[in-house]
């Protein structure tokens, strides 16, 4: 019998002043670059490009970000100042090459602001969504085409299942033509294009256009994607996992037996959800009090869906590189304990109307990724990657705080618990 662990290691960070003053010591004029514009000179203009950075190359951002980490003198800004530098220099931190964010980070150190060191953009990371990519909105079809584009996907779904890749790429070509907003024909364009020899990239586009639409079937037909056979050989590139959502996942228990009920509720759920069954794993070498959901680029999207559904705010979200494990995501499930050895957290809630919930989540994160994608970043931007420091957003983020009432009626159907582990559930007060 696994016994359940009681005591947790308490991380410790820097304190602010302390990290404030290294920013000031490595953005000393002695660590300056020798070509660095006067931050008097650029000012305005600065301010100008912090408070519209969507429009502004990173060059001219990073130029800006290294003038004001340096020199920028913080008494002499206004409120409005502070505003429009503190967007811009989260715009750099987050969208702008590892050396920008790393300045971007000094910038916003100044500000008060203390971001962890960026990890290093992945391999993938190119093929996360971008919030001001055109989406795909072709006009409504007429009955007439509707009904020509109809035949056309009938006789192209034929030559599909006969192998013809090609011959049934070429007839749904023409089909969409007729009807830009018919997801089936996109679905099976997409599924023939990744049968055809060299570059995916019109698969991925049809994959896109069919994520754009936004509809629920839509989002349906991506899920289908993930155990579509003919769909196998691409299966595992980035792109596909990204605009899918299909992962290979691992979910390890850290906290012994009273962590097997919220681990058989995050397998329900996974199943719930048309993901492939998670990888289980004990490992009791470092019991947590909460869960860690580790995650590469192409995940962001269903990591948002998930942090949401393991209701505890307490949860932390940790990237890691491409090469670094076989696994898209890994959760590793911890939970604070009763004083009668019971769980406070069992995860995610398994009844059929939470789950049908959560379905219609995972779709919402499959047509509109961007938003799931920045709920995401908003969390790893705080300084331990924790949902519940993610500022005054910490009841809105991932809905967690949405949660709190279900949490609490889970606990009490364990039995009475002391004051301290009652506390641990009063997310909407913290």
């Known amino acids: 019998m696994r016994k359940p662990h009681l005591l947790f290691p308490v991380c410790r960070t820097l304190t602010v002043a302390a990290a404030t003053w290294i920013a000031a010591a490595l953005a000393s004029p002695a660590a300056m670059a020798a070509d660095r514009q006067p931050w008097k000179a650029i000012s305005l203009d600065c301010m100008a490009t912090f408070a519209a950075p969507d429009k502004a190359d990173e060059a001219k951002l990073f130029t800006c970000a290294d003038g004001f980490a340096a020199e920028a003198v913080l008494e002499s800004l206004t409120a409005n100042d502070k505003t429009a530098a503190e967007k811009g220099l989260r715009h750099l931190y987050d969208k702008g090459s590892d050396k920008s964010a790393k300045t971007a980070r000094l910038g916003l150190q100044r500000l008060g602001i203390n971001l962890p060191f960026r990890a290093a953009r992945p391999a993938g990371e190119k093929a996360t969504a971008t919030p001001d990519r055109a989406k795909y909105d072709p006009p409504e079809a007429k009955d007439a085409d509707k009904k020509a584009a109809e035949k056309l996907y009938k006789d192209g779904l034929a030559l599909l299942k006969k192998k013809k890749w090609k011959e049934g790429v070429a007839i749904l070509t023409k089909g969409l033509e007729k009807n830009p907003r018919s997801e089936k024909i996109l679905y099976n364009m997409a599924c023939g294009e990744a049968n055809l020899p060299g570059d995916k990239k019109p698969c991925w586009t049809n994959l896109q256009h069919l994520s754009d639409l936004g509809s629920d079937y839509a989002a349906e037909l991506l899920i289908k994607a993930r155990t579509d056979a003919d769909y196998e050989g691409v299966r595992e590139e980035a792109d596909f996992k990204r605009m899918t959502g299909y992962m290979r996942v691992q979910v390890v228990n850290t906290v012994g037996d009273v962590g097997d009920p919220g681990v058989e509720n995050i397998l329900k759920l996974f199943d719930k959800l048309g993901h492939r069954k998670p990888d289980k794993k004990?490992?009791?070498?470092?019991?947590?009090?909460?869960?860690?959901?580790?995650?590469?680029?192409?995940?962001?999207?269903?990591?948002?869906?998930?942090?949401?559904?393991?209701?505890?705010?307490?949860?932390?979200?940790?990237?890691?590189?491409?090469?670094?494990?076989?696994?898209?995501?890994?959760?590793?499930?911890?939970?604070?304990?009763?004083e009668k050895g019971k769980p406070i957290n069992l995860g995610p809630d398994t009844a059929d109307e939470a789950m049908a919930g959560a379905r219609k989540k995972q779709n919402k994160a499959l047509a509109q990724p961007e938003q799931a994608i920045g709920k995401v970043n908003k969390v790893i931007d705080t300084p331990n990657r924790v949902i519940s420091e993610a500022g005054k957003m910490k009841d809105r983020v991932l809905g967690v705080g949405d949660k709190a009432k279900g949490a609490a009626d889970k606990v009490k159907d364990l039995g009475s618990i002391g004051d301290k582990a009652k506390d641990a559930v009063k997310i909407k007060g913290l």
């Open 282 to 338: 004990d490992d009791e070498s470092a019991p947590q009090p909460a869960p860690t959901i580790q995650f590469k680029a192409h995940a962001k999207a269903q990591v948002a869906v998930i942090a949401e559904l393991l209701n505890d705010q307490e949860t932390k979200l940790d990237p890691i590189q491409m090469g670094d494990s076989k696994y898209d995501m890994v959760i590793r499930w911890g939970t604070k304990i009763d």
